[in-house]
């Protein structure tokens, strides 16, 4: 999964002194991640937001999610079958 990250541009064209913001939206691999932002951040006219910090119940979430959908993948690839609807209700 690629995460989505924001970078923000100045641009100076207006008059008085005035600064708009460019957004700029990149989908960045999570294995070149920690090297992007730091070169992002060593720009002097870069402005980077601080990431959110996900609470434990929500990083169990996220996480829950991502192995739930690696078993998608899997089973959409026929490397693993599968519970159906019915068997699942059957366990309860």
Same mark, same amino acid.
């Given at each position: 999964? *690629?995460?989505?990250?924001? *970078?923000?541009?100045?641009? /100076? /064209?207006?008059?008085?002194? !005035?600064?708009? =913001? ?5 989908? $960045?691999? &999570?294995? !070149?991640?920690?090297?992007? =932002? @730091? +070169? $992002?951040? %060593?720009?002097?006219?870069?402005? $980077?937001? &601080? @990431?959110?910090?996900?609470?434990? %119940?929500?990083? #169990?979430?996220?996480?829950?999610? !991502?192995? %739930?959908?690696?078993? $998608?993948?899997?089973? +959409? !690839?026929?490397?693993?079958? +599968?519970?159906?609807? &019915?068997? +699942?209700?059957? #366990?309860?």
């Amino acid at each position: 999964m *690629i995460p989505t990250y924001k *970078i923000l541009k100045q641009n /100076r /064209r207006l008059p008085l002194n !005035k600064w708009i =913001m460019k957004q700029v939206v990149l989908n $960045v691999p &999570d294995n !070149k991640y920690p090297f992007f =932002m @730091e +070169l $992002v951040k %060593s720009l002097g006219f870069v402005k $980077v937001p &601080d @990431e959110a910090k996900l609470t434990k %119940s929500q990083q #169990e979430f996220v996480e829950g999610t !991502k192995k %739930s959908l690696e078993q $998608v993948e899997q089973h +959409l !690839k026929g490397e693993v079958k +599968l519970k159906t609807a &019915d068997q +699942l209700f059957n #366990e309860l």
